[in-house]
Nanobody
Framework: QVQLVESGGAVQKPGGSLRLSCVGSGHIFSSYTMAWFRQAPGKAREYVASIDWRSNNIAYADSVKGRFTISRDNAENTVSLQMNNLKPEDTAIYLC????????????????WGRGTQVTISS
């Protein structure tokens, strides 16, 4: 069992930056592929980025590629999402998730979820 808690969400202006963090409990956190998803009001949950346990396989959705960077620190049981050049369309609840398969991109492929942190981009 893995419990995940996100933090770092805030209100930011377009063009600004935010850094989200997700702390996981459980001694096998380092074995999981970790991902960030997001869900905007009235929209389906969408994949943002993922990173495998050794940080060898990293992937991004096209909508965030070049602006967002996912990283992890297994010693601290933490996965982070650095978000730069933020846009109003990045407004959403951002959720951290864990799975075994580094190829997973769909929410139903992820076993453990945090409750999310709100990111609002507005001038």
């Amino acid at each position: 069992q893995v419990q995940l808690v996100e933090s770092g969400g805030a209100v930011q202006k377009p063009g600004g930056s935010l850094r989200l963090s997700c702390v996981g409990s459980g001694h096998i956190f380092s074995s999981y592929t970790m991902a960030w998803f997001r869900q905007a009001p009235g929209k389906a949950r969408e994949y943002v980025a993922s990173i495998d346990w050794r940080s060898n396989n990293i992937a991004y959705a096209d909508s965030v590629k070049g602006r967002f960077t996912i990283s992890r620190d297994n010693a601290e049981n933490t996965v982070s999402l650095q978000m730069n050049n933020l846009k109003p369309e990045d407004t959403a609840i951002y959720l951290c998730a864990a799975t075994w398969d580094h190829r997973a991109r769909k929410q139903d492929e992820y076993m453990y979820w945090g409750r999310g942190t709100q990111v609002t981009i507005s001038s």
